[in-house]
């Protein structure tokens, strides 16, 4: 089945404990994207990457990073978290190949920081 | 640059009313346009597309026309179901490959009996 797996998919941690949220997708999509949800402020951009070693900032980058050594894997890693990161997290992909707006989403990371 | 506005929710109908949910962009060029759709606990799917003006696009009885004079593109279904209560996303694309996507806030739908 195609699809982008996100783990873990709850998790409550507290401030400055670094975390990685794991993103894979088996459809062989060069791009991939993470998002953040927040009421009323839809989906924000935090980092994309549109192929293996290649990752650049989104609209909200402060306090997280990427990388991309796999073409399937896409980890977003919180280095020190701070409460303004509690969020619903989306991992999206999309070949690049032939454009049709169509992100594939993951089910989403939900992230409390106490 | 890009921005997408939607009218703010939840909205609450009865089963069988008819659904608007009202989109407006600002954008340069000649972007396409997107609703997702985001079922409780999922992440967001693509519902339907645009992508010139005067295309309608439609799924699952949901319609949206892109209208480059009012630069809109409202969701509409005749008919709605408790099955359709969802967070609905307006979206854009102007085919900056960077950030393919930008989003409108959502609108939550909540359909009763």
């Known amino acids: 089945e195609a699809q982008v797996t996100q783990n873990p998919r709850y998790l409550i941690t507290v401030t400055g404990k670094k975390l990685t949220v794991t993103c894979s997708q088996n459809m062989n999509h060069e791009y991939m994207s993470w998002y953040r949800q927040d009421p009323g402020l839809g989906l924000r951009q935090i980092y994309y990457s549109m192929n293996v070693e290649v990752t650049d900032k989104g609209d909200v980058p402060e306090g997280y990073k990427v990388s991309r050594k796999e073409k399937r894997n896409f980890p977003l890693i919180l280095e020190s978290p701070s409460p303004n990161q509690t969020s619903l997290y989306f991992c999206a992909s999309t070949p690049t190949g032939v454009y049709t707006g169509e992100l594939f989403f993951g089910e989403g990371s939900r992230l409390t920081v106490l | 640059g890009n921005s997408v506005t939607q009218m703010e929710g939840p909205v609450t109908l009865s089963e069988e009313a008819f659904l608007t949910i009202n989109c407006t962009y600002t954008?340069?060029?000649?972007?396409?346009l997107f609703w997702y759709v985001q079922y409780p606990g999922e992440g967001l799917q693509l519902l339907l597309k645009?992508?010139?003006?005067?295309d309608k696009g439609s799924n699952k009885g949901f319609e949206a026309t892109y209208r480059k004079e009012t630069t809109s593109f409202h969701l509409e279904k005749g008919s709605v179901q408790v099955s359709d209560s969802a967070v609905y996303f307006c979206a854009l694309s102007d085919n900056n490959a960077g950030n393919m996507l930008t989003f409108g806030g959502g609108t939550r739908l909540m359909v009763k009996p």
């Open positions: 645009a992508t010139k003006a005067d």
């Open positions: 954008a340069t060029g000649y972007p396409s």
